[in-house]
């Protein structure tokens, strides 16, 4: 995988606040999607990886030789921070405009670069309104537009999808998506897990500024799978379905609670096996089986509580 | 919405003065908006007009236009850098509008010293503009005044700029309520302190300002005594203009 930033045990604190610590990450092209709560640490780490501020301890490399942020990485790398705010008495064409020529691009073909950028957000019609005008979804808009109008090799997005309606947060994913196939690292900051499992291909789960677990939706499955598994099902006699369960030695643990079973065990392939002959040995009729901490919210809150 | 489209035409970033120059272009062309410009040019019109005015009452008083420039015109100049100069920051500021500007490299010098150089050269031009119109007026209606008088005028308006501009950015930068900060500090440190104790004078604009435009024009004029309140002047600017990058400075790329 070719490198486009690289951070060898970074650490950044802010007075005795650690707000990164160790961080080691290696990113190429693809879409990464950094979860973690409020005050995880993700906006200080991207605005390392942008090269905005230095961090404390370890070293940051762009693009497989920059240990510092050059002026020749300035075209290389775009940020859409996070926050509403814009400049209230510009236009949009005003500040992408000057926002793309403090980016390098020629006096000629900003102009023009910011209007088809806005235009491609859809901002036709308020391309020459004051940003102070325009709604929340319009004005956040606005921001990635400033992102996606310079072909940056790294794109770092700070909650991107914030205040935009269902359909604008499906066109901006596809556009995501688009960006990342055309070799671009685009890293997306979010504390919605399911915003960032539609449109990463990787995730980095960062928790107190650790960066706790990274790796494709198989590895994190892995990890989901090395924790165990448990399943809640939904039976006439849960009773005697858990007896049933326990007898075959599949499960570690079962209980009752409002008529539904809810069990442990150590694999899930096991537990599956096991469940079929358990099911006609208690004689008992299955409604409904679901699978437990089978998610992303639940491995975020496990690998939280061992960093706790 | 398009996924691919045609790459622009990028070359390298501008440098920290290009940079300098793109945001002081971008916050000129922002302050002369007519809806922006309503302050200068009420001060520009009612002081014309009343400098005019009392020209035209006392005919034979050659240094009516001066004495009025610089007792009150220089001030108004004062009020209107408090206006626009905690504008340029403040209230973008208190937005958290800057977000988009500061994740831009440089941005923490250029930013700031972009917006000093604009909001310095319009609160200058307006002070020129203010000289020239309150000297034709009342040219125009009385007994024209000595003309040397008219570059010591405009030399006056430029050096309130230049020190007032950046002592006001500077409290805009620290504080958020820089308006009235400024307007107290203006009124107690300028007027009232700096005119009782020499002491105060040193770190106030306004006297060597009001030094500069008291002089009576002649030959000399650009002797030590006129360049002694300049460089106080460019000091006060310089040590403000520092005090306002330290601020932007604190997360200076690496």
């Known amino acids: ?308 | 919405m398009s996924g691919t489209q045609q790459a622009p035409s990028v070359s390298i970033a501008p440098n920290l003065v290009e940079s300098i120059g793109l945001h002081a272009w971008s916050e000129t062309r922002r302050m002369l908006r007519i809806s922006r410009q309503w302050p200068s040019l009420l001060v520009v019109l009612s002081a014309t007009v009343v400098g005019a005015a009392g020209a035209h009452f006392a005919p034979a008083d050659l240094l009516a236009a001066p004495d009025f420039f610089r007792t009150v015109c220089l001030r108004a100049i004062a009020l209107l850098a408090i206006g626009y100069a905690t504008a340029a920051l403040r209230a973008d500021a208190d937005r958290g509008a800057l977000a988009l500007y500061l994740v831009r490299p440089r941005a923490s010098l250029a930013l700031p010293l972009g917006r000093l150089v604009a909001t310095t050269g319009v609160i200058a031009v307006t002070g020129v503009l203010f000289a020239c119109l309150l000297f034709g007026a009342t040219a125009a209606v009385a007994v024209a005044p000595d003309i040397g008088h008219l570059p010591l005028m405009c030399l006056a308006a430029v050096l309130a700029a230049v020190g007032y501009t950046p002592l006001f950015m500077a409290v805009a930068a620290y504080f958020k309520r820089a308006a009235a900060i400024c307007v107290a500090w203006f009124v107690v440190v300028d007027l009232m302190l700096a005119s009782a104790t020499t002491s105060f004078a040193t770190f106030a604009p306004g006297p060597a300002v009001q030094t500069v435009a008291a002089r009576y024009p002649d030959p000399h004029w650009y002797s030590d005594v006129l360049l002694a309140p300049i460089g106080q002047v460019f000091a006060i600017g310089a040590i403000a203009t520092a005090l306002l990058l330290w601020k932007f400075a604190a997360d200076e790329p690496g």
């Open chain 1, 1 to 308: 995988m070719t490198a486009i930033v690289q951070l060898d045990r970074t650490t950044r604190r802010f007075g005795p606040h650690v707000a990164v610590l160790d961080a080691d990450l290696t990113l190429g092209p693809g879409v990464y999607g950094l979860l973690g709560p409020n005050g995880a640490g993700k906006t200080t780490l991207m605005r390392m990886m942008a090269g905005l501020i230095r961090p404390t301890t370890g070293t940051i490399t762009w693009l497989g030789g920059h240990k510092r942020r050059a002026r020749e990485l300035d075209n290389a790398i775009a940020i859409c921070p996070d926050g509403e705010q814009l400049p209230p008495r510009e236009t949009p064409l005003e500040l992408l405009t000057l926002l793309l020529r403090l980016s390098g691009v020629s006096a000629r073909d900003a102009g023009e670069r910011a209007e088809a950028a806005l235009i491609d957000l859809g901002l036709k019609e308020e391309l020459d309104r004051p940003i102070a005008q325009l709604s929340r979804g319009q004005r956040q808009r606005v921001k990635l537009a400033q992102a996606f109008a310079i072909p940056a090799k790294l794109l770092l997005l700070d909650e991107p999808l914030n205040a935009l309606d269902p359909v604008w947060r499906l066109k901006v994913s596809e556009r995501i998506k688009a960006t990342a196939g055309s070799g671009t690292c685009v890293i997306v900051s979010s504390h919605v897990l399911a915003e960032v499992e539609a449109v990463a291909e990787r995730l980095i789960l960062i928790f107190k500024g650790r960066i706790v677990a990274a790796g494709t939706h198989l590895e994190i499955r892995e990890l989901l799978d090395e924790r165990g598994a448990g399943l809640s099902i939904t039976a006439t006699e849960p009773r005697k379905l858990a007896a049933a369960l326990m007898a075959h030695g599949a499960v570690t643990s079962t209980r009752v609670e409002d008529d539904i079973l809810y069990v442990d065990a150590d694999d899930m392939q096991t537990l599956c096996k096991a469940l079929p002959p358990a099911v006609v040995a208690s004689k008992t009729q299955v409604w409904e089986v679901r699978a437990q901490g089978d998610d992303l919210v639940s491995l975020f809150h496990a690998l939280a509580d061992e960093v706790r």
